[in-house]
């Protein structure tokens, strides 16, 4: 009888294969970040005006950019699921959901990229909207009474400012961990549904939302250089964290596979 179970593996394990895997692959995966980029920046720059002129219209703008740059998030899971599987990645796995007979699978990505998105807006309004009211109170302060010891800030407002940010960053960070693996697994289950994949995401991960958290939080320092470096860093450090993610995903799938096998 076989009594293998895979283990668990550390965040300094999956680095390591990720640096191996890639080794190598760089050239490939440096010119579909910068594809990447050049595809999705722009629209990014084209919104921000827009929370300028009107709130209502900036949330509007910002939901469908985010939903569409699902579709290109998608094609990046097929390119480093490929790297963790030791396959080359094409820049045509960039666009997996935009041709082929795959194209039409792009509305599955849509779908859940558009709740994301949505939840992602929903979380941000409250801290937003209390920032400008906190902003304007500021602005409005009489620069005399400063001297009289009165806050250059209404308290009330930077307090409500302060909770709705934490919640809403907070609840962020929780759905995507919950739905870390989803684009993996709508490569590995391409029939099912985007209600069933919303539903198997959390599943998968459950157990291990402390490991992958942690894997998250071990970037920051390097995502901190990054921004040191003007941003060149992330040429390297984007595929290299992305790798790691995707030999998470299969070591929750190997043990997943373990487990039902001696079930």
Request: one cysteine or more; glycine letters at 6%.
């Amino acid at each position: 009888m076989n009594n293998y179970r895979p283990t668990d593996l550390s965040s300094a394990d999956l680095k390591s294969l990720a640096k191996g895997q890639l080794f190598g692959n760089y050239g490939a995966v440096v010119g579909i970040y910068l594809i990447h980029l050049v595809c999705t920046l722009p629209l990014n720059f084209i919104i921000s005006p827009f929370s300028r002129i009107s709130p209502a219209l900036y949330y509007l703008a910002f939901l469908l950019v985010n939903t569409f740059t699902g579709l290109f998030l998608a094609g990046e899971a097929l390119v480093y699921l490929k790297i963790a599987c030791h396959e080359p990645p094409s820049v045509g796995d960039l666009f997996y959901y935009f041709h082929g007979p795959y194209a039409e699978k792009g509305s599955k990505v849509i779908r859940i990229q558009l709740i994301v998105s949505a939840i992602s807006v929903v979380c941000t309004i409250p801290y937003e909207y209390v920032g400008r009211l906190l902003t304007h109170s500021m602005q409005s302060v009489d620069p005399s009474a400063l001297s009289n010891g009165k806050l250059p800030f209404h308290p009330v407002l930077f307090l409500l400012y302060a909770v709705f940010l934490v919640a809403g960053c907070s609840i962020q960070v929780l759905v995507r961990i919950f739905l870390s693996q989803i684009f993996y697994l709508m490569l590995d289950f391409p029939d099912y549904p985007a209600s069933q994949l919303l539903h198997l995401a959390p599943r998968l991960i459950k157990g291990h939302k402390a490991r992958f958290f942690y894997i998250m939080l071990s970037f920051v320092p390097l995502l901190l250089l990054g921004i040191f470096s003007c941003g060149i860093g992330y040429l390297w450090l984007y595929p290299y964290l992305q790798t790691t993610y995707a030999n998470f995903y299969l070591n929750l799938m190997k043990k997943q596979g373990s487990m039902q096998a001696s079930s």
